[in-house]
């Protein structure tokens, strides 16, 4: 198995959680390289299910060194309350097999302040933002006033930082937004109190990775959000506030860009979108809410219901373009089951034109039509079906037609929710 990169190619909720479990068996360590905990993988072993939002999914092999890189936003309490709830399910959470950037970002209480009271502030034109502080925080890494986790072994440092960006949100949170100010002293101690446990997770990460590299190690880098969610080739503004394109596993890493081999596209069998922003496929009959009762379609993070709607490759094929895709990963086949009849968006009706990628522009993506093309569906249990060739005329003449729509070999197909649950082409 070759270095791999993991990215969801729609628009996040992909089932990244359960393919990075899957590859972390035969990888020795695992980078997270971006967003932060805005993102939720579920994986779910023998029935039950654990739900990460910072540390990787690889966690869950004994052998893989799990590494969270600079590209990443991280909530120190939240990564502390991952790392005690791991433990709590016997899971060897110490800072010999996980490990986090010394130029990692961290996320403080004034940016989830900023964060919450924004979106308030915007009334009819919300982003959907999650609320947990991404955004502002990776203002302040752009302005350079932000805090990153090495300076927690100098406390002069942190209180001097946190004093420098309040001296600016205070004013933000009093004369903008109504908001009492905050106190940097206690956000500086409360966090300085939690240095003694995050201090022995610090790791130089991309030393580490380039010695995996030089030893032939198995790397494997795991995103979080989807591809049409990218800050630069996103649905902007509707977007998450990092680069998610794979192209960033080495940034978001600290490593060359040949340390990538392998680009791994992850694709829900249908689409689902949650919060704002353009949908061409949505769906808002008996048929969306089919897919969002059977696919379970709730946010990991939020729990927020997603929008749901028929798989559509014109977005699919900018994804393989963008991200330089080698092979895809679909995921949640299974909950198709019971449709009669199964869409596929190959082509947009644009301004009078028929095109084959999405218009570009702010807001075009939601002035289109979507073409669609009409395919069987299947009443069959594929849960237990472990090879290509066993499963029902139907569902395979699906996935060859996706295949072929896109240009990009499907190499894994997920039938159930369960780590074994999974066919291997």
């Known amino acids: 198995?070759?270095?791999t990169v993991i990215i969801g190619a729609q628009w996040g909720d992909e089932g990244k959680g359960k393919i990075v479990d899957l590859m972390s068996e035969h990888s020795d360590v695992i980078v997270r390289f971006q967003g932060?905990?805005?993102?939720?993988?579920?994986?779910s072993v023998a029935g039950k299910k654990t739900i990460l939002h910072l540390i990787p999914s690889g966690i869950l092999h004994?052998?893989?060194l799990c590494l969270i890189g600079n590209g990443v936003v991280l909530d120190p309490q939240v990564f502390l309350e991952e790392v005690d709830a791991l433990v709590s399910?016997?899971?060897?959470?110490?800072?010999k097999r996980l490990g986090i950037s010394y130029k990692t970002h961290l996320i403080l209480p004034y940016h989830k302040a900023l964060d919450a009271a924004r979106e308030?502030?915007?009334?009819?034109?919300?982003?959907?933002?999650?609320?947990?502080?991404?955004?502002?925080?990776?203002?302040d890494k752009a302005s350079r006033i932000g805090l990153r986790a090495g300076d927690l072994a100098r406390p002069e440092l942190v209180k001097a930082k946190v004093e420098r960006a309040l001296s600016e949100k205070n004013i933000l949170f009093t004369h903008l937004y109504q908001r009492e100010p905050m106190d940097a002293a206690k956000i500086a101690d409360e966090l300085l109190s939690l240095a003694p446990r995050l201090l022995p997770y610090l790791k130089n990460v991309e030393e580490e990775v380039s010695r995996a590299k030089m030893a032939g190690?198995?790397?494997?880098?795991e995103g979080a959000q989807g591809t049409h969610l990218d800050i630069d080739h996103g649905t902007y503004p509707f977007v998450t506030s990092s680069n998610t394109v794979a192209s960033n596993a080495a940034t978001g890493s600290g490593?060359?860009?040949?340390?990538?081999?392998t680009i791994t596209g992850i694709v829900k069998a249908y689409t689902t979108r949650v919060g704002e922003g353009a949908f061409p496929t949505e769906l808002f009959d008996s048929q969306g809410a089919f897919l969002q009762k059977n696919g379970h379609e709730f946010g990991a993070t939020t729990g927020r219901p997603r929008r749901c709607g028929w798989l559509d490759c014109v977005i699919l094929r900018a994804s393989a373009r963008l991200n330089g895709l080698t092979e895809i990963a679909l995921t949640k086949l299974d909950v198709l089951r019971g449709l009669e009849k199964l869409k596929i968006c190959t082509a947009y009706k644009y301004q009078g034109q028929e095109i084959s990628y999405p218009p570009q522009g702010e807001g075009t993506l939601g002035e289109v039509t979507p073409c669609y093309e009409?395919?069987?569906?299947?009443?069959?249990?594929?849960?237990?079906?472990?090879t290509f060739n066993a499963l029902p005329a139907n569902v395979r003449r699906y996935v060859e037609r996706v295949e072929e729509l896109v240009g990009v070999h499907i190499a894994y197909i997920s039938v159930g929710c369960d780590r074994d649950a999974t066919i291997v082409r």
């Open 62 to 64: 004994p052998q893989a």
């Open 36 to 43: 932060g905990n805005n993102a939720g993988h579920t994986i």
């Open 120 to 139: 308030s502030a915007r009334s009819k034109d919300k982003i959907g933002t999650t609320g947990r502080g991404i955004g502002p925080c990776y203002e």
């Open 374 to 386: 009409e395919l069987p569906g299947f009443d069959e249990d594929i849960s237990g079906i472990r």
């Open 1 to 3: 198995m070759a270095n």
């Open 89 to 95: 399910n016997g899971v060897d959470a110490s800072s």
């Open 217 to 221: 190690k198995k790397i494997l880098f």
């Open 255 to 261: 490593v060359g860009a040949d340390v990538l081999d």
